[in-house]
């Protein structure tokens, strides 16, 4: 069975050889084992569901791999498996937040989902409990979170309320994490920064992949910043998605496309995409072995791309004809990674923009 403190000590050195802790958080992460933050009953995600962690080998070398653990299924109302709802996050993605985070010494940090706790335990091993707030919607959670935090001495400021509105009463912050993916970020937690705060989150997009995003509050009181590398997390609860209308496949189209499926597989290309057609979800996935993707709009209309260029559509909208419009202007603009992608949020709602703000990404009509 895996030694948990050598376990531990190797994560926390893998997360440092990767150049993901500076030597002030590597010192948190060394005193913050990740199983004291975990409840008896642990799953882990297999392809199509949540199978639950049932011997004590499996629960010691997941709680050391730089892998989610499953906390939750289905809002905590069924026994599983199910739908995952709650997890002790990815260590590496979370080494990652805390490195856009950027805090410093007497900094006033909201975090948006506090799950096990272990995130807000990181927080207040480097800053102090009273430098600390976290909110959660689900109550249970939060008073498991609260165990967890008090046996390890810390007694961060705990709040059951929607992350979406944040927690006005401990405003304004100097830093604001959100620990669940946001279909959009709100504006509200922008208004409770401090100019020149950050905000870091996860923003799900329904064309392939979420990415974290990086905001700075600006002196207008808007929020902007570029996007920063893949993020999968669970949704906010209020943010969840829905399917809509089922693709009405009584007479599909079938044809050639100029863009095979592998093109659209790029995180520059999915922001761009999702900015220009907003409610058209793409899914990766493989038949026979090879690569093909889905599209949708939720009202009835599909697509469906192969690895040979084949596209077969369906309903009255021609979604295809959209992700190749999207997608030579994304070639025209030379190929925008993520990183020069970014978001401005404000009062009116967001903004998608490329390379520092030169190129305004409006949404297609259709």
Do not use: K
């Not at 569901?49 to 989610?68: G, K, N």
């Not at 289905?74 to 856009?100: F, I």
């Not at 020149?196 to 902007?224: K, M, N, Q, Y």
């Amino acid at each position: 069975m895996t030694d948990p403190r050598r376990g531990h000590a190797a994560l926390v050195r893998l997360l440092d050889e990767r150049g993901l802790l500076s030597p002030e958080w590597r010192a948190v992460w060394e005193q913050t084992p990740r199983a004291a933050y975990l409840p008896e009953r642990i799953w882990r995600q297999d392809p199509d569901r949540c199978r639950p962690v049932t011997t004590a080998e499996e629960r010691a070398a997941l709680v050391v791999s730089d892998e989610p653990v499953i906390t939750q299924v289905d809002d905590g109302t069924a026994d599983g498996p199910g739908v995952a709802t709650s997890s002790n996050s990815m260590p590496s993605m979370v080494a990652r937040m805390l490195n856009l985070l950027d805090v410093h010494d007497g900094q006033n940090v909201l975090e948006i989902g506090t799950a096990t706790g272990y995130v807000a335990a990181l927080l207040s091993a480097r800053l102090g409990d009273r430098y600390v707030t976290s909110v959660e919607i689900d109550a249970s959670l939060s008073a498991q979170a609260e165990r967890f935090l008090s046996a390890a001495g810390h007694r961060p400021r705990l709040v059951v309320s929607d992350g979406a509105h944040g927690w006005r009463e401990g405003a304004p912050y100097d830093r604001i994490i959100v620990t669940c993916a946001v279909r959009q970020v709100p504006y509200e937690l922008v208004t409770q920064l401090r100019r020149g705060g950050v905000l870091v989150a996860p923003r799900v997009g329904d064309f392939w992949c979420g990415a974290l995003v990086r905001l700075t509050r600006d002196e207008d009181g808007t929020a902007s910043g570029p996007f920063a590398g893949t993020a999968t997390y669970m949704p906010m609860r209020s943010h969840r998605g829905t399917d809509g209308t089922a693709p009405d496949t009584s007479a599909p189209r079938s044809r050639t496309t100029e863009v095979p499926p592998q093109e659209t597989l790029t995180p520059g290309f999915a922001l761009y995409a999702g900015a220009r057609l907003p409610g058209v979800t793409l899914v990766e996935g493989r038949e026979g072995g090879r690569l093909r993707v889905w599209v949708q709009d939720g009202r009835g209309s599909g697509a469906v791309a192969d690895a040979d260029g084949t596209v077969t559509e369906f309903g009255s909208r021609s979604l295809w004809s959209g992700v190749e419009s999207a997608w030579r202007e994304w070639d025209q603009l030379d190929r925008p990674a993520d990183a020069e992608v970014g978001l401005t949020v404000s009062s009116a709602g967001e903004r998608v923009w490329v390379r520092a703000r030169t190129e305004e990404v409006d949404p297609a009509a259709g």
